[in-house]
């Protein structure tokens, strides 16, 4: 098979897939751009909502905290206690988050000095928690999270054929080009272009992670294997009859020993009597918002049952760690950032760029179009 096949085959397939999902990876695109702020919206949205938090000298122990949240949902009901935010700064409230039995979320916020609940608010129905499911499953189920799945994994296939077919290999620097000046044709055309080239890598790796994530169960073992990387055990608590879990203050003294550079960030409660309690913590060179490593305490006696320290995993953890980094831009701080949002808006300008290359195209070959330049010859 010749070049020219091969290259008419790539082309094809280029098309193709734009085409098929072209539509979809907009509707992720722009709804990933408005999620790469997300936390700093959400925060803005919080103070605004539920009124700003005066800083003290000191605040609540999260022990206290979870009581309160307890009092007012009591495990028989039907919410219950499944995790809890420290404050991110002195402005910032404990935000402690339960789940129910018909899989709504609700967030309830209290003030880290006095203890008071000041809003509550239900997760999924938050312009954030709606954008999220949109961007991740079209607010279709199991059902859109596949497809959206199965639409990041060709928009990686997309990614990879637009660089095998970018015309810029032959001359690097023309590449870059728009010749604003040129016939609009080529205009549109240089646009796809050097939208497509900027963007193609940065694509690639939101592809790959957003069709990891969504396969998760089917990617992590693969991930695990190919990096020749033992997925770590389930940390177990050991139930002693008649005997009460550990109070949380205790838990949390015992976690910083074993991790003592290390700021807890969130705290897992479990769900079943042999689960562990798990303590989120970020250490000071980790670059993800609320950290990776993580301190597993039997819920019982406090016996520490693993300690994750995210600078110091295997590499197939590290690899599953940095797919926030990669799929939310947040490797490079701010200006990653910036860029990933532009990066969302990549799969619009594509889209159009290449519709109108194909109706250009497709004009050139019809009888019509056939018909007007011979008259116009």
């Known amino acids: 098979m010749n070049r020219k096949k091969v290259r008419d085959i790539v082309f094809y397939l280029h098309r193709s897939i734009g085409f098929c999902v072209g539509l979809l990876l907009i509707v992720v695109g722009l709804t ?7 936390q700093d919206f959400d925060h803005f949205m919080i103070s605004q909502q539920y009124g700003h938090i005066t800083p003290q000298q000191v ?3 999260p022990e206290s905290v979870v009581n309160t949240i307890e009092a007012k949902y009591p495990a028989r009901g039907d919410f219950h206690l499944f995790r809890i935010y420290l404050p991110d700064n002195p402005s910032s409230p404990y935000v402690g988050q339960l789940s129910s039995t018909d899989v709504q979320r609700k967030e309830v916020f209290i003030n880290p000095y006095t203890g008071k609940i000041i809003g509550e ?14 961007h991740y499953s079209l607010m279709a189920g199991e059902t859109g999270t596949v497809i959206v799945g199965i639409a990041a994994f060709l928009m990686c296939i997309l990614t990879i054929t637009g660089l095998v077919l970018w015309p810029g290999w032959r001359k690097l620097i023309a590449g870059f080009k728009i010749k604003l000046d040129a016939h609009p044709k080529r205009v549109n055309f240089d646009i796809h272009k050097v939208a497509g080239i900027i963007t193609v890598f940065f694509l690639f790796f939101t592809g790959f992670t957003g069709f990891c994530w969504n396969f998760y169960d089917l990617t992590e073992p693969i991930i695990y294997a190919v990096t020749f990387t033992q997925k770590p055990s389930e940390p177990v608590s050991k139930p002693i009859p008649s005997k009460s879990t550990l109070g949380l203050t205790e838990q949390l003294k015992i976690a910083d020993a074993a991790l003592p550079s290390g700021v807890t960030k969130s705290i897992y409660f479990p769900s079943k009597p042999e689960d562990a309690l798990q303590i989120r913590m970020k250490l000071p060179q980790e670059n993800v918002e609320y950290g990776n490593s993580n301190v597993y305490l039997d819920q019982y006696t406090g016996k520490v049952l693993r300690v994750d320290n995210a600078l110091k995993m295997p590499l197939g953890d590290r690899v599953l760690n ?3 980094l990669l799929h939310y831009g947040t490797f490079g701080g701010l200006p990653t950032r910036i860029l990933y949002v532009f990066v969302g808006l990549a799969p619009l300008i594509l889209f159009i760029t290449g519709l109108v290359m194909w109706r250009d195209r497709y004009r050139k070959k019809s009888p019509t179009g056939f018909i007007k330049r011979f008259v116009l010859k």
């Open 59 to 61: 605040q609540l122990s």
């Open 322 to 324: 940095s797919f926030v």
């Open 32 to 38: 990933g751009s408005l999620l790469v702020f997300e």
């Open 121 to 134: 608010r239900i997760t999924d129905k938050t312009l954030i928690g709606l954008t999220l499911s949109l």
